[in-house]
């Protein structure tokens, strides 16, 4: 299985990214497992940003995020995106989307695959 991650980008303070994963490979690892973001800003640990499931629905790790980040799947594309609204200089960080080893979000599962991640610089 593998994940593209696609979207980053050099923006300035305040307007939106639209950040893109496919997956690709062995059928029916993709449909009934839970996917997530998460970020690495320079010096920080990683950290999740939210998971969505096609068996409970959407989770976000990180309350200070929910209110301008959306997680959002399209199955038929194999695709998950991220929407990113009102961005802020300490959103910069490398995003990066996973593919966890459970099908529910609120297991908490592991990452199982990992995307290469895109950068996402966001100047004041």
């Known amino acids: 299985v593998q994940l593209q991650a696609s979207g980053g980008g050099l923006v300035q303070a305040g307007v939106s990214l639209r950040l893109s994963c496919t997956a690709s490979?062995?059928?029916?690892?993709?449909?009934?497992?839970?996917f997530a973001w998460f970020r690495q800003a320079p010096g920080k640990e990683r950290e999740g940003i939210s998971c969505?499931?096609?068996?409970?629905?959407?989770?976000d790790y990180t309350d200070s995020l929910k209110d301008r980040f959306t997680i959002s799947r399209d199955n038929a594309k194999n695709t998950a995106y991220l929407v990113m609204n009102g961005l802020k200089p300490e959103d910069t960080a490398v995003y990066f989307c996973?593919?966890?080893?459970?099908?529910?979000?609120?297991?908490?599962?592991?990452?199982?695959?990992w995307g290469q991640g895109t950068l996402v610089t966001v100047s004041s």
């Open positions: 996973a593919l966890l080893n459970s099908p529910y979000c609120s297991a908490y599962g592991r990452p199982r695959y």
């Open positions: 969505v499931s096609n068996r409970d629905g959407m989770f």
């Open positions: 490979g062995p059928g029916g690892v993709w449909d009934d497992t839970a």
